[in-house]
């Protein structure tokens, strides 16, 4: 769920939130010490009751981090070193190469152009070997996806998906070149099938498929991957996603991982329908589940309980990371939820768990159960309720069997990091900061939204607002929302400059938030009294006035800005023109106003 920003009727309830914790509508705190801010205060409380790695325990995603500010910083010995370390622990388990991927997709941050500067700098030395060409592939296939959106092709923009492909055929060349020299390591196979899945056809996926398999067979995510590029959104049919399951689990052995093919393929299946169905709910719902009704084949869920079964033979902690993606998918589907539902229960008794709000005290839940069921809840807006599991989820990762002690701290961070988002729907921010300081403590992923950043930021705590964005930043240099939220903390703060520059970094980006940020930096010009400063932001951004690009409401408030600035510089029958196109896409009072004097102005009649 990305974070939206605040909308005008929610600040009275804000301003009830803050006269409670304390605080003025200044965003001042009434006391003159830290140690009196009721904020501060209970963050840290919220605080102390979470759990906390030792600090001699790094995680994968630190290890990533550290290579990657190694990169940066010129030091390529400690980034080889670090990721040779991590290469040589790694191994194929069920179903991923475990933990180099995780630790490759980690280290990238896409459109990070000082990174990509130095692993141009790092390949260029005499002997890098293959890594850096694997990182730098990883880069340009997240980057490229940045650029591009995830829409569907035909709404992506020339300019876009120009660069888009251009970033892909040089990921595509680097992955290549990366396999010729070490051909043992997986996971370059399953990046190049990645980067071919997002536009080169069929054809190209299915040869990279054949070469993967035929080095690695057991490698679980080429399957995954060439199963995904099947999908109707993609090159394929459903149709023809049954034929590719059949033949690789069908007769595979009933112990064998290919087996959760069909997991997948149920999953895609509900995707597909999801992607096919658009409207009003009513008609999203009928249309979802006559394509369900089409397309799920009667024997379809017996073959799902059949490699849910798995779990009984299979490593209990891989099973339960393997099924995560499309079990959770699923869940987050609404349309989807008698479905979903239906594959929940049949996991958790496969699993030997429990799916009730309150159980009968048998025995501990499989963990990933839990936070399956607090998805379920979440989903359907019952927030107590789903915390209620996760906090059960906690529990029974205590009683639960993990690898080692770092694959325990990040099963606890996955579950704190689903906890902000709830926070943040009950209006409790202090939770929220405390629950997502706690993932970074813990050593959990990245690529994660600035809910801390944000929460400082609805309480008013803005130069708290403004550390917590930028260490976000410095962990992911292309983390939009940081840059937003603290743009947005800077312009509140007084430094309207500072504020500027990161609102540009989000106006530029193909983000949903930059028409938000477009605007806000008109309205610092229009503070400044710098009517011409804001007509060129205006003007800079076209997508301010195209309501398939930015939403109706967004662009009734451009054409309305804009109608202010030209009326303010004695452009009239342009700022009317502008008045009449904002009151086409919404009826905002101030715009009616200015249209009645422009009218008045120009001497023509109200229509």
């Not at 940066?72 to 010995?77: H, I, L, S, T």
């Not at 191994?91 to 990238?108: A, H, K, M, N």
């Not at 662009?555 to 030209?566: L, Q, S």
Request: glycine share 8%; net charge neutral; with cysteine.
């Amino acid at each position: 769920m990305r974070i939206r920003p605040l909308a005008v009727a929610a600040i009275a309830g804000v301003a009830v939130l803050l006269a409670a914790a304390g605080v003025t509508l200044s965003g001042r705190v009434l006391g003159s010490s830290l140690a009196t801010d009721p904020v501060a205060n209970a963050v840290a409380e919220q605080s102390a009751t979470l759990t906390t790695k030792p600090r001699n325990l790094e995680s994968i995603p630190e290890k990533a981090l550290r290579v990657r500010r190694a990169i940066k910083a010129g030091d390529y010995a400690t980034a080889r070193q670090i990721t040779a370390d991590v290469l040589a622990h790694s191994r194929l388990t069920g179903w991923r190469f475990y933990p180099f991927e995780d630790f490759i997709e980690q280290v990238s941050d896409a459109g990070d152009a000082d990174l990509e500067a130095h692993l141009n700098a790092w390949i260029a030395q005499r002997g890098s070997g293959a890594a850096p060409l694997l990182i730098r592939a990883r880069y340009y296939h997240d980057t490229g996806w940045l650029v591009r959106g995830g829409g569907f092709a035909a709404d992506v923009k020339g300019g876009r998906m120009a660069a888009f492909v251009d970033d892909m055929k040089k990921g595509l060349s680097d992955v290549d070149e990366a396999i010729a020299a070490v051909d043992a390591n997986p996971y370059g196979y399953y990046l190049k099938l990645l980067i071919l899945r997002g536009y080169a056809g069929l054809g190209a996926v299915q040869q990279a498929f054949a070469q993967g398999i035929a080095k690695h067979r057991n490698y679980y995510r080429l399957y995954a991957i060439m199963l995904n590029a099947l999908e109707p959104r993609w090159y394929g049919s459903v149709p023809a996603m049954y034929a590719f399951v059949d033949q690789q689990a069908g007769a595979a052995p009933q112990d064998s991982p290919l087996k959760l093919l069909y997991l997948s393929l149920y999953h895609r299946i509900v995707m597909a329908a999801a992607n096919s169905c658009s409207g009003a709910k009513e008609k999203v719902e009928a249309c979802f589940a006559g394509q369900m009704q089409r397309t799920v084949a009667p024997q379809l869920q017996s073959r799902v309980l059949e490699a849910l079964r798995l779990y009984d033979s299979a490593d209990k902690y891989e099973f339960g990371l393997a099924i995560k993606l499309a079990l959770f998918d699923m869940l987050r589907t609404r349309m989807a939820a008698a479905y979903s539902g239906t594959i929940l229960e049949l996991a958790a008794q496969v699993m030997h768990s429990d799916t009730r709000l309150k159980e009968d005290g048998a025995g501990p839940n499989n963990y990933l159960i839990d936070m399956a069921v607090a998805e379920s809840w979440t989903a359907k807006g019952f927030y107590e309720n789903a915390i209620t599991k996760y906090t059960e989820a906690l529990k029974d990762i205590e009683a639960a069997q993990f690898p080692g002690e770092e694959e325990k701290y990040l099963a606890v961070a996955d579950v704190y990091a689903a906890l902000p988002a709830i926070y943040e729907k009950l209006g409790k921010y202090p939770e929220m900061i405390a629950y997502d300081d706690a993932v970074i403590a813990l050593g959990g992923k990245g690529n994660h939204l600035p809910r801390a950043c944000y929460g400082y930021y609805k309480l008013r705590r803005y130069e708290a607002a403004i550390r917590s964005c930028s260490a976000n930043i410095e962990r992911e240099a292309g983390n939009i929302e940081a840059h937003y939220w603290r743009g947005e903390a800077y312009r509140d703060h007084g430094d309207a400059d500072a504020a500027l520059r990161d609102l540009a970094a989000v106006a530029e980006a193909e983000h949903e938030f930059r028409a938000n940020a477009a605007i806000a930096m008109s309205m610092i010009y229009f503070d400044r009294h710098d009517n011409r400063g804001a007509l060129a932001i205006l003007n800079r951004y076209g997508y301010l006035y195209d309501p398939q690009q930015t939403g109706r409401s967004s662009v009734a408030v451009g054409y309305n800005n804009r109608c202010y600035a030209y009326m303010e510089l004695g452009e009239f029958r342009k700022a009317l023109a502008d008045c009449n196109e904002s009151l086409k896409y919404g009826s905002i009072p101030d715009a009616i106003r200015k249209k009645l004097e422009l009218m008045k102005r120009l001497g023509t009649e109200p229509s």
